[in-house]
């Protein structure tokens, strides 16, 4: 099985959402099958929708530096 781990903001906290697509294997033709992976806002990249679009508000309408935000 595959995990793909989400990190996703909810108000005032953080949350990891974890993502678990068995693998199985096809005995007749010999195949592994897998369900797709989610859709993602950054390809490769752990934040989720929620995480992105609170650091775009915060960034560009709040007007917030990023430093003020990794912290």
Do not use: F, W
Request: hydrophobic letters at 40%; glycine letters at 8%; charged letters at 25%.
């Amino acid at each position: 099985e595959s995990v793909t781990e989400v990190l996703e903001k909810i108000p005032a906290r953080l949350k990891v959402i974890r993502h678990v697509r068995p693998r199985y294997a096809c005995r007749a033709c010999e195949a592994m099958l897998q369900a797709p992976v989610p859709a993602l806002p950054i390809e490769r990249g752990r934040p989720g929708p929620g995480l992105v679009a609170h650091v775009l508000v915060s960034k560009y309408l709040d007007g917030l530096p990023l430093y003020r935000l990794s912290g």
